[in-house]
Structure formats: C-alpha cells, structure tokens
C-alpha cells in the first residue's frame, strides 16, 4: 500500500542491491516505511535510503537481514527490527538519522529483535540504539562465516 510504504516484501529470500530511496511528498505520514520486510531473508547491499521523515528500513516478523556497504542519511530512524528478527549490518554508513537502531517485542510471543554490528560508520545522529528490555545488541569485527554464508551463495 502506498500510503504506508513503498516496497513491502512478505517471505521473501533474496537480495536488494543498488537502489535508492529518497524523500518522501512533504507532509508523508510519519509511521510509514522505505522497505517493510515480513518473515524474508534479505541482503541489502549498496542501497541509499535519503531523508525520509519516517523509518527507512523495517523488519518483523522472524527476519534475518544482512545489510552491507549501504547509506542511511538524515532519516527519522534508520533501521527498526522487531519480534524475533535478526540484523547484522556491516560497511555501512549512518549520517544525521533521528535513530539509527530501534529494536522492539511488538509481539511479545515472538520476542524481541537481535542486532549485531560490525565495521560501520556513525556521525551525527540523535540516539544510535533504542532496545527494548526483550532485544540484544552486539557488536563483532567481522561478519561471521555462517551468517555471510546464509545469505551469499558459494560457487
């Protein structure tokens, strides 16, 4: 539904690379999202998301996500996971966001979301990580072996 997002993505496993999501109509809804993932496992790779005055880049549901190398710039919130999502977010950038991480239990049958970040850079954001009391943060050097392996096919 364009009034609320603009791709939305249900049980979904595959990768999403080189795009850009810009600006919104002035006056856009404040809870809408840039991409809304449902039960998928994505690779964001390369991919912008530019001043939007609401989330760019949201996961439920049981998710597993792996973001690399993209841009997130003067967003309201960069990245919100939630009910047993995973995200690990490596290369990547974070300028000017209102938030950068928010991880929460919508669901508390589900849980809450797990993050783990690696080799990123943040400058200029209001509040890098808002969890609730059933999310986890981590941060690691490197993308684990398994995880890179469950999203990138080897020849």
């Known amino acids: ?15 999403i690379e080189r795009c850009v999501f810009s600006s919104a109509a002035p006056g856009a809804a404040k809870d ?23 989330t760019a880049l949201g996961m439920r549901h049981l998710g597993q996500l792996l973001v690399l190398g993209s841009s997130f710039n003067g967003n309201a919130t960069a990245i919100r ?7 690990d977010v490596d ?17 508390p049958v589900l849980g809450g979301a797990g993050l783990t970040v690696h080799s990123n850079t943040l400058a200029g954001n209001g509040q890098e990580r808002d969890l609730d009391a ?22």
């Not at 603009?6 to 049980?11: A, G, K, P, T």
């Not at 996971?81 to 995200?87: E, F, H, I, T």
């Not at 290369?91 to 669901?107: P, Q, W």
């Open 91 to 107: 290369g990547s950038s974070f300028t000017g966001n209102g938030k950068v991480f928010v991880l929460r239990a919508d669901n």
């Open 81 to 87: 996971a939630a009910d047993g999502s995973k995200v």
């Open 32 to 54: 809408r999202q840039g991409i809304q993932l449902l039960d998928s496992r994505i690779l964001l790779r390369g991919c912008s998301f530019l001043q939007l005055p609401f």
């Open 1 to 15: 539904d364009a009034a609320d997002r603009f791709v939305e993505l249900l049980d979904v496993r595959g990768s």
């Open 134 to 155: 059933s999310s986890t943060a981590d941060s690691t050097l490197q993308v684990a072996p398994r995880v890179m392996g469950a999203f990138i096919p080897r020849p």
